[in-house]
C-alpha cells in the first residue's frame, strides 16, 4: 500500500524568503510522485512531477522537487516566496506497477500562508 | 491541447433531492476519469474512477453513483442527497499511469 504525510499542515514564510514543504511517502517501489497547487474555489493545477530520470525536477512558477530514494521524500522548495504563492499544496503518489490500475493517493495538504 | 470542463461551479440544493454533475474532457481519447470529494479542511478522497466507457469502480460506500455514457463524459449522481453530501466535488483525467491527474475547476455542493 502507498501513503503519503505532508508534514505541517500550515507554513508561514516572510515574502521572499525561502518555501520549504515537506512530503514523505510510503511505497513498496518507488513511485511516480507529484506536487499541485489549489487556490480557494479552484480545482488543483500541477506544478510538477517526478516520473524518471533527473531525480531534481523544476515546474512552473519557480518551485522545484528532489526525489531522495533513501529518505522516501519529494520536499517542494522554492527560493524566494511570492505573494501568489500563498495557496494549499497537496502531494500525491502513484505505484508504478505493471498492468492493473494504480490510484493516485494524495497528502491531506499543507496551507501556505506568505507575510508581506 | 486537452481541457476538462465541469459543472456547474455552485450548486444549492435542498435534502433529499437528487443531483447531476456533469464533466467533459476535450483533447484527448480514452482518458481514465475521476471524481473526487473536498471537505473543509480536509484532503482529496476519491470517490469514483473510471478506465473506460461503462466502467466504473467505487472506492467508499455512500450515497452516490457515478455513470460513464461517453469515452469523455463522467457523471456524478444522487438519488437523494443528504446533509452530509455537501462538499467541494473535482472531475480529473489522466492519460496513463505515469501522467499526472488535471483536474477541473470544481463544483461547490452545499445542502440546506
Known amino acids: 500500500a502507498q501513503s503519503v504525510t505532508q508534514l505541517g499542515s500550515h507554513v508561514s514564510v516572510s515574502e521572499g524568503a525561502l518555501v520549504l514543504l515537506r512530503c514523505n511517502y510510503s511505497?513498496?517501489?518507488?513511485?511516480?510522485l507529484f506536487w499541485y497547487v489549489q487556490y480557494p474555489n479552484q480545482g488543483l493545477q500541477l506544478l510538477l512531477k517526478?516520473?524518471?530520470?533527473?531525480?531534481l525536477v523544476k515546474g512552473i512558477n519557480g518551485f522545484e522537487a528532489e526525489f531522495k530514494k533513501s529518505e522516501t521524500s519529494f520536499h517542494l522548495t522554492k527560493p524566494s516566496a511570492h505573494m501568489s504563492d500563498a495557496a494549499e499544496y497537496f502531494c500525491?503518489?502513484?505505484?508504478?506497477?505493471?498492468?492493473?490500475?494504480?490510484?493516485?493517493?494524495f497528502g491531506t495538504g499543507t496551507k501556505l500562508q506568505v507575510i508581506p | 491541447s486537452q481541457t476538462i470542463h465541469q459543472w456547474p461551479a455552485t450548486l444549492v440544493q435542498p435534502v433529499g433531492s437528487p443531483l447531476s454533475l456533469e464533466c467533459t474532457v476535450e483533447?484527448?481519447?480514452?482518458?481514465?476519469l475521476y471524481w473526487y470529494r473536498q471537505a473543509a479542511g480536509r484532503g482529496l478522497q476519491l470517490l469514483f474512477y473510471?478506465?473506460?466507457?461503462?466502467?466504473i469502480s467505487s472506492e467508499v460506500p455512500q450515497n452516490l453513483s457515478a455513470s460513464r455514457p461517453q469515452d469523455r463524459q463522467f457523471i456524478l449522481s444522487s438519488k437523494k442527497l443528504l446533509l452530509s453530501d455537501s462538499g467541494f466535488y473535482l472531475c480529473?483525467?489522466?492519460?496513463?499511469?505515469?501522467?499526472?491527474?488535471?483536474f477541473g475547476d470544481g463544483t461547490r455542493l452545499s445542502i440546506l
Open positions: 483533447g484527448t481519447s480514452n482518458p481514465n
Open positions: 480529473a483525467y489522466d492519460r496513463g499511469l505515469n501522467q499526472p491527474q488535471h
Open positions: 473510471s478506465v473506460g466507457i461503462g466502467q
Open positions: 517526478y516520473t524518471t530520470g533527473a531525480t
Open positions: 500525491a503518489v502513484r505505484n508504478r506497477v505493471s498492468g492493473g490500475y494504480q490510484k493516485v493517493t
Open positions: 511505497s513498496s517501489v518507488p513511485p511516480y
